[in-house]
């Protein structure tokens, strides 16, 4: 079992940073596959990142290539979304989620554990 909590969501303005933290437990936390999904009211679910357990392997939705970045930290069970150059668009509810396989680190229907979310709000 692993659960999950995420943290560092808030209310920016376009242009801001935001990091997200997600905190892990659960002793096998670094062999899982992390990712980041976002959903914003009445859009569907959004792949955002994942990253593989040895951090070898990055992923990025199309959306945020090149404003966000993922990364781990397996000795604090925890994962980050460092998120720069934030927009509008951006604004959803952010998830944490954690995947035993990686098959495919981008659907969201592979994921086994998933944490409560965060809001992130941008203004324009």
């Known amino acids: 079992q692993v659960q999950l909590v995420e943290s560092g969501g808030g209310l920016v303005q376009a242009g801001d940073s935001l990091r997200l933290s997600c905190a892990a437990s659960?002793?096998?936390?670094?062999?899982?596959?992390m990712g980041w999904f976002r959903q914003a009211p009445g859009k569907e679910r959004e792949f955002v990142a994942a990253?593989?357990?040895?951090?070898?392997?990055?992923y990025y939705g199309d959306s945020v290539k090149g404003r966000f970045t993922i990364s781990r930290d397996n000795t604090k069970n925890t994962v980050y979304l460092q998120m720069n150059s934030l927009k509008p668009e951006d604004t959803a509810v952010y998830y944490c989620a954690a995947d035993r396989y990686g098959s495919r680190p981008d659907l969201g229907r592979e994921y086994d554990y998933w944490g409560q979310g965060t809001q992130v709000t941008v203004s324009s």
């Open positions: 990253i593989t357990w040895t951090g070898g392997r990055i």
């Open positions: 659960g002793r096998t936390f670094s062999s899982y596959v």
